[in-house]
């Protein structure tokens, strides 16, 4: 198949469409991206990609980037780089090939980044496939923005409107059906998977007798950060606990500035790495902690880290709520609180130090992530969806 692929975000950006890109070429398939200029998490563009409406060649995909507003800092610089994306996007629409079977929508923040597709999708003639990892309008309400203003109400109706365009829509979460079903709009259920790096974690030895604990991914408002940090208050006296943070985002520099204030010699922000160093770190780390803020919305996704930690086969220590927690409660992959308490993640992750018996979780998490995200039924799912007639 000829499959168009319109994603805002892409390689080197740290997202997993790039994953599922190069596996559908590896497939046999070809795919071509329109996409922006790289510019997350940091909210600069990259070194390398100044220069907008350029294409490459990338691991056999081809990847066309039109202008973005970089996010920067700040509300404003957000609003613009959202906006930037589908309106420049359409006019780099004309420099591509017009003969794809298929258009594939990789849907997160803002939902309009799904336009450009939908009107290929439409002009000709081609079916659209849009993959929701983010809920609009409700994402909105995550970043303060409440439901009884306008620009929720007006987003309210541009996301129905986006979502009933497409001739289905995939979603990552089993909260999300419900959703669409509401509004009649076909929907099938897509979890994501764990890039193939994080299903073969080597194996390590332990070198020091320390508790290792590691956070890994983007440190944003959504992530709540900060409640491994007052975590970590509370752990201030167990010196053999060490817990790790990795990953950038809108929030690094706050984390850092209070990481200062509080005196945590316990915590050590390493920034982000690629991809392809992981692994590593995660085979150094006793368990994995993910934490997210206490928010409705938040509750009914599943963060694509969940399945990453559990393809790792380490235990998890969660401050979460939701369908995640679910997850990991009935998967028996590890220890889960309520989102943003502090003092029930410092007690658990003691817990989890003081289990002999502690890496049977990160056993079964990989257990379960095999019966039921594994990449291959991934694939053959997706492929049978894109082929419909």
Not at 82 to 97: C, E, H, M, V, W
Not at 288 to 310: A, E, H, R
Request: charged share 25%; aromatic share 12%; net charge positive.
């Amino acid at each position: 198949m000829k499959i168009l692929v319109v994603s805002q975000y892409y390689y080197p950006e740290p997202f997993r469409i790039t994953d599922i890109c190069e596996t559908l070429v590896s497939r046999g398939h070809s795919v071509t991206v329109l996409t922006g200029q790289p510019n997350y998490p940091e909210g600069k563009i990259y070194e390398g990609y100044k220069n907008y409406y350029m294409s490459e060649n990338i691991n056999g995909v081809s990847v066309y980037r039109t202008k973005i507003h970089p996010r920067k800092k700040g509300n404003l610089h957000l609003l613009l780089n959202y906006i930037s994306f589908p309106l420049y996007a359409n006019r780099t629409l004309k420099r591509i090939d017009n003969d794809f079977d298929v258009v594939f929508i990789n849907q997160l923040s803002p939902i309009i980044s799904a336009l450009p597709g939908l009107k290929y999708a439409k002009r000709h003639k081609v079916k659209s496939y849009l993959y929701c990892l983010d809920l609009w309008p409700e994402s909105l309400k995550s970043g303060g923005i409440k439901s009884n203003s306008l620009i929720y109400k007006v987003f309210g109706i541009v996301s129905k409107h986006i979502y009933k365009k497409c001739n289905k829509v995939l979603v990552t979460s089993k909260s999300f059906i419900d959703k669409f079903k509401e509004f009649n709009i076909e929907v099938e259920y897509l979890p994501q998977y764990a890039e193939d790096v994080f299903v073969k974690i080597p194996e390590h030895v332990k070198e020091y007798n320390k508790f290792y604990c590691t956070f890994a991914g983007n440190i944003g408002e959504m992530q709540s950060v900060e409640t491994i940090l007052y975590a970590a208050k509370e752990l201030i006296e167990q010196k053999d606990i060490i817990i790790n943070i990795y990953g950038n985002g809108s929030r690094f520099d706050y984390i850092k500035s209070l990481k200062q204030t509080l005196e945590l010699d316990n915590v050590v922000l390493h920034g982000r790495k690629d991809i392809s160093e992981m692994p590593t770190v995660y085979a150094k780390s006793d368990a994995l902690i993910i934490t997210m803020k206490n928010d409705s919305l938040l509750s009914m996704t599943l963060p694509g880290k969940v399945q990453t930690y559990l393809a790792a086969g380490k235990p998890i220590i969660g401050s979460i709520g939701g369908e995640a927690r679910l997850v990991i409660n009935e998967s028996g992959a590890g220890y889960v609180c309520d989102p943003e308490d502090a003092i029930g993640l410092s007690e658990l992750i003691k817990k989890a130090k003081d289990n002999p018996h502690i890496t049977n979780f990160g056993y079964l998490g990989r257990k379960f992530y095999d019966e039921n995200y594994n990449k291959r039924a991934f694939f053959t799912k997706l492929e049978k969806l894109l082929n419909e007639e």
